[in-house]
């Protein structure tokens, strides 16, 4: 009996160190980040093209809970030595995003120090097992700008492109100079906001969380992951279309305000319903595909 309760005072011993000790590094970890965190925070707040930053930690909180039962039945095989040294690249990169002020650097960081603490404590088991939590972050992180730009401006371009081509097509007189597109009695600028970098961001962060949790072939998440751009660069086109088209008929005041914003957010559901719909086509034209070889064989 004696010999039970020194083994439980034993075992209860180790569970407080263990705990205490990686209370002591996240809090610590926490403190090196907190910076990093707090500015990565007030961009989500500032920037609609990342507003929904704030969603993606709690779906990968979520992801970890769904495969609680999974990590509970896989062993902890630490790797201390890789684990360190990728920590140490993580820090080098912190330290030299700091300085440089490449605020991207600093937040690529953050996401691989998590990578490197799971490998040091739990080993590549549980790496390969949350690579999506973890990386699911990555889309969270805004972009540096020279990047956004390169992707922006041939968006606003091709968006110019097809709207005018659409507002011909309704008999409105259309002229396209770059960016411009010069109506009857009016100019319509296609500004960065229009050129559908926006649904862009959102809708691959969204298409990626719907491909994990409802799709488990992996052709179909990448049929799914490229349907994104011709999706949203389609819809925009559309949008800027409907904005001339309402501009030329009813009046710049018209096109502008409550009606721009609102048109903004159908057509993002516009985007959702097509990239919905052609999903569901490939899916049944796969089917159909399987079931012709299945009768033919």
């Known amino acids: 009996m ?11 011993s180790g569970f407080a160190v263990r705990y205490w000790r990686h209370s002591a590094i996240g809090l610590l970890w926490l403190a ?28 990968s909180a979520y992801a970890i809970w769904l495969m609680r039962d999974r990590l509970r039945a896989e062993p902890l095989r630490p790797n201390a030595l890789a684990g360190f040294l990728l920590l140490m690249l993580a820090m080098l990169m912190l330290f030299s995003g700091t300085i440089a002020a490449e605020l991207y650097l600093t937040r690529l960081s953050l996401v691989l120090s998590l990578v490197s603490l799971t490998l040091y404590f739990a080993g590549w088991p549980w790496v390969r097992l949350l690579i999506f939590p973890i990386g699911l972050l990555l889309l969270a ?13 041939p968006l606003q371009l091709i968006a110019s492109d097809y ?68 999706v949203a660069v389609f819809a925009n ?4 279309a409907g904005t001339g088209i ?7 005041q018209a096109a502008e305000g409550f009606l721009h914003a609102f048109a903004g957010g159908m057509v993002f559901l516009l985007e959702m319903a097509l990239l919905a719909g052609v999903y569901a086509l490939t899916g049944l034209v796969h089917r159909s595909i399987r079931a012709i070889r299945g009768k033919s064989g």
């Open 141 to 153: 992180l805004p972009v540096p700008a020279i990047i956004f730009n390169r992707v922006a401006l």
């Open 246 to 252: 309402l501009a030329h008929y009813r009046g710049v």
């Open 32 to 59: 090196i980040y907190f910076d990093v965190i707090r500015r990565l925070v007030d961009d989500w707040r500032v920037d609609e093209n990342y507003s929904h930053g704030f969603l993606v930690p709690l779906v």
């Open 2 to 12: 004696v010999r039970v309760v020194e083994e439980g005072g034993q075992a209860n």
């Open 163 to 230: 709207a005018t081509r659409m507002i011909r097509l309704f008999g409105v007189p259309a002229l396209r100079e770059g960016n411009v597109i010069e109506l009857a009695q009016m100019k319509l600028q296609v500004v960065e906001a229009c050129s559908g970098i926006r649904s862009l961001v959102s809708m691959t962060t969204l298409s990626v969380i719907f491909a994990y949790f409802f799709e488990s072939r992996w052709r179909r998440r990448l049929i799914l992951f490229l349907l994104v751009v011709p």
């Open 237 to 240: 086109a559309v949008r800027v």
